[in-house]
């Protein structure tokens, strides 16, 4: 039997149907398996339907599941909800005091929930843990592997509330007897034991703050934006403890230009917004771009336009990032797939941003901001971070003398500005940071000559931008390419981007099952595009299908422009991730 | 007193690029207080950094031998904090016009009051838009006649001096660029004040709204008695909009936030992955 089940909880905002996700999540990848969550919330604080869904499995997970093996409704507006998403022959558990479920293709456990809460607990928070207990004895998560979470999310309450840990424990006790007492079970979903492994759970806001403390960021500035908020609390916290500083701005314009005055002065720095706030950046990451200023931009990408739906996904900033800022601006774009590369890519970006002096946009998305995945501990290894080298001044160069205290202390008579825009073959300059004997500069958003000084002579301007530019040749050399997916001889092609990759290489398998001849392409760098490998990959394939969760099919566009390629837009823009059922169907369509 | 390569004079202080000012502007005489204050004080040039945003007087970063961040339109403050959050170390002078810290960017004036971070601004007020050629700005009198304002200004005047000291900013003064010994006493001062310090200057445009004759007669010295620790006082200073007394209004010594979030980080220690990631099993 499949060691596999996927898990739906639809409810109300605000009476424990995330938070009991997360717990049975923690719970199954303690106990070995596998997980992968996918959730919607509402934009309101309290109220407003919302969705868990947990896909547990003792294989990898790679996407959140098609449709939901077993579905529990906390109301009668869940059931309407969710019950089109539940599996032919799944399992419908509800409560018989809140609704009447429709009769349909699925099998039924009335389980009374409110009434074990409130007479048998008398405790009605602890209705969550209820309905865990009864999963526990349904589907075979074993009770101590829920308790010991439960234990350790409780354990800072436990002074000032011993009785709620007590009555958390009953709940889940007389649950789960309940249903093996009460219930015959008439489905075939049973998780078994299997061999437990070091793995960590954590959410992709989590491994990307994760990512920005290895890459040693020295500064944060942001200003609170759903969904990007968790990682400027986050960093709030944990900066002063390596030594890094924090400032929560009045608004985007202030955190991103504050973001490029800590980094002139040398910080690894960053922000992290979401599309609205990233539009208010614009201006100032064309300025980064045009002074060669290191930054960090994360964006988290939510279904626009405008204030759009800000907790549902899209993946819609791609052209926005790409070209946001007026003028010719180079940057770099890159895209984690996973909760692993939101901390890998975290730091391959402040690395990237160092290096080439610009700003790099990092479009992660909500549904990977709040995706829980079960990751193999030793991704979280210790990574290099590179630093800019710093240009001191020196007799001639700037016109400044050290007193051997790292303090300029006098003027020689012959002044030659510092070049800290010299013309090199990677593009990249020599720079400098006040301070210690530094060569100083003006940062500027006008053209200049290679000092840093205002310049608009033509020979000038074209020599600069071309200097500009050819870091973007220099990174598109440096970076790695990425890995092809599937078949060598594939007929079919999929290129994706972003947080699909898992769902996109699992529609992919179940295709090649079926006998067709697939492959996949996931650039993690989607500016500069890996030319050599994608025009490689399109050459290899007769068809290419392009599935992106937006309307106007941003990456199909942009390869469209670049390569010439006519794809198959497959998207999808209701504000919920592609399932793999969705990829198979497509490259069946395209066969 | 003769110079010697081991002093930092005023001229040491120049950079080689020439001001691109008219002839007559006021900020000439807002740059010469900088280069003289800043050689009073002796400040290293490689741990000056002076900002400012866009206009007629941001370009002045370009004119001084330190380091130097001409920043975009308004934003001069929030990356002035960011660079002295990160680098507490560093001198940090933030300079720009009434377009820049009173229209497009005054709503981080607010902020950095509140926050009270160490950098001093100096703001060139010439009541008027040189860089795009005259049109009307937030200090402008009501009634004002320019391209952008043909049937004479319809808002009114902004009080910097009085919003400054409504938000408790914690150095509050103004100079008058005709008067630069002062104006660079002011200057220094505000530098050694340990907080945020709002210089207001005034500066006249000769091009576009010329009113250095009217400053000239109606600039008045601060009255001797004025406590600078009286804030309501100094409120009623402000007010005298027809005769706009120069000088030290206001000052108050408190808690810094860079200093405040440095002391936080005095326990750091250096990031350790292993360590960290014990949270989550």
């Known amino acids: 039997m499949e060691n596999e089940v996927t898990i739906r909880i639809g409810g109300e905002s605000g009476e424990g149907t995330i938070s009991g996700g997360d717990i049975l999540a923690l719970a199954a990848a303690r106990w070995g398996y596998h997980v992968y969550t996918f959730r919607t919330f509402p934009a309101e604080i309290l109220g407003g ?3 868990f869904q947990l896909r547990i499995s003792d294989k990898p997970v790679k996407s959140m599941g098609d449709y939901a093996d077993v579905l529990i409704c906390l109301n009668r507006e869940a059931f309407d909800r969710n019950v089109g998403e539940l599996r032919h022959g799944g399992v419908l558990i509800y409560d018989p005091s809140d609704f009447t479920p429709d009769s349909g293709d699925f099998i039924t456990y009335p389980i009374p929930f409110n009434d074990i809460a409130r007479k048998e607990v008398q405790l009605f928070q602890t209705k969550n843990m209820v309905m865990m207990g009864a999963i526990s004895g349904l589907f075979g998560p074993p009770l101590e592997a829920i308790t010991q979470v439960v234990e350790s999310k409780l354990s800072k309450s436990r002074k000032s509330n011993p009785t709620l840990m007590e009555k958390n424990m009953l709940a889940l006790d007389i649950s789960k007897k309940y249903v093996t007492e009460q219930l015959t079970k008439r489905d075939a979903y049973q998780l078994g034991a299997v061999e437990k492994a070091d793995r960590v759970v954590l959410n992709g806001n989590q491994a990307v703050i994760a990512g920005a403390l ?80 290191p930054a960090v931009i994360i964006d988290a990408q939510r279904a626009g336009p405008s204030t759009g739906m800000p907790t549902k996904m899209e993946q819609s900033d791609l052209s926005f990032a790409l070209y946001t800022g007026h003028g010719d601006t180079p940057r770099i774009v890159v895209a984690p797939a996973d909760v692993a590369d939101c901390y890998t890519l975290m730091v391959d970006a402040f690395n990237m941003a160092e290096r080439y002096q610009l700003p790099v946009i990092f479009l992660t998305d909500q549904s990977l901001t709040a995706r829980v995945e079960s990751v193999d501990r030793s991704v979280f290894k210790p990574l290099e971070s590179i630093r800019r080298t710093f240009v001191l001044a020196q007799n001639g160069s700037n016109g400044m003398v050290s007193n051997g205290n790292g303090h300029a202390a006098g003027v020689v008579e012959e002044e030659h500005a510092f070049a800290r825009y010299a013309y090199t073959a990677s593009g990249i300059s020599p720079t400098s940071a006040p301070g210690h004997g530094g060569s100083s500069y003006v940062s500027t958003g006008l053209e200049h000559d290679i000092h840093g000084h205002p310049d608009y002579e033509p020979a000038d301007h074209t020599a600069m931008m071309k200097k500009r530019y050819q870091k973007l040749e220099t990174a598109a050399n440096e970076l790695p390419q ?45 500016s500069p595009l890996p030319d050599r490998s994608m025009r490689d990959f399109i050459n290899s394939v007769q068809t290419v299908i392009v599935p992106e969760c937006n309307y106007s099919g941003q990456l199909a566009n942009l390869l469209g422009a670049k390569y010439g390629l006519q794809a198959i837009r497959v998207n999808k823009y209701g504000g919920i991730p592609f399932t793999a059922g969705d990829i198979l169907q497509a490259i069946e369509e395209a066969n | 007193m003769s110079q010697t390569t081991l002093t930092l004079a005023p001229k040491d202080y120049k950079s080689e690029v020439k001001p691109t000012w008219c002839p007559g502007c006021g900020d000439f005489g807002v740059l010469n207080a900088i280069y003289n204050s800043l050689s009073v004080l002796k400040l290293p040039p490689d741990e ?13 970063p370009h004119f001084v031998q330190t380091f130097g961040f001409h920043s975009l339109h308004g934003r001069a403050l929030p990356v002035a904090q960011g660079m002295k959050m990160a680098r507490p170390d560093l001198t940090v002078l933030a300079v720009g016009g009434d377009g820049d810290m009173f229209s497009i960017g005054a709503g981080h004036l607010i902020h950095a009051a509140l926050r009270n971070i160490d950098i001093t601004v100096v703001v060139m007020d ?22 952008s304002t043909p049937y004479g200004l319809l808002a009114s005047q902004f009080n910097p001096i009085a919003t400054a000291l409504s ?27 340990k907080g945020f310090s709002f210089i207001h200057v005034l500066s ?26 009286n804030r309501f006082k100094a409120m009623e200073l402000s007010m005298e909009t027809a005769k706009p007394f120069v000088g030290l209004f206001y000052r108050d010594e408190r808690t810094t936030m860079d200093e405040a979030a440095h002391k936080m980080t005095q326990q750091s220690s250096a990031f350790d992955i292993n360590k960290y990631m014990a949270r989550y099993k």
Not at chain 2, 48 to 60: A, K, P, Y
């Open chain 1, 49 to 51: 339907p919302c969705m």
């Open chain 2, 126 to 147: 010439n009541e008027t838009y040189g860089l795009t050629k005259g049109q009307t700005s937030p200090t402008s009198p009501t009634g004002h006649v320019t391209k």
């Open chain 2, 48 to 60: 000056t950094v002076v900002v400012s945003g866009i206009g007629c007087s941001s370009r002045l």
């Open chain 2, 204 to 229: 006249p445009c000769p091009t576009f709204y010329n009113t250095m004759d009217t400053w000239k007669t109606t600039v008045t010295p601060m009255p001797v008695e004025h406590d600078t620790r």
């Open chain 2, 167 to 193: 938000l408790n900013v914690s150095f509050v003064a103004r100079g008058f660029s005709s008067r630069p010994k002062e104006l660079a006493a002011l200057i220094e001062q505000g530098i050694q004040h």
């Open chain 1, 482 to 526: 990425p890995q092809r997916y599937g078949d060598e001889d594939a007929t079919i092609g999929l290129i994706g981007w972003g947080s699909t990759e898992g769902t996109i290489q699992e529609g992919v398998d179940r295709a090649r099952a079926k006998g067709y001849k697939v492959a996949a392409l996931h650039p993690r760098v989607l």
């Open chain 1, 214 to 293: 290895m890459a040693h960021c020295d500064f944060f500035a942001g200003y609170p934006i759903t969904p990007a908020s968790d990682i400027m609390e986050g960093l709030a916290k944990e900066l002063p403890q390596i030594g890094g500083t924090f400032m929560q701005a009045e608004d985007e314009i202030a955190a991103m230009t504050a973001v490029l005055g800590a980094s002139f002065g040398g910080a690894r720095s960053m922000t992290a917004t979401s599309g609205p706030g990233f539009a208010l950046m614009s201006e100032a990451i064309g300025y980064a771009s045009m002074a060669e200023l």
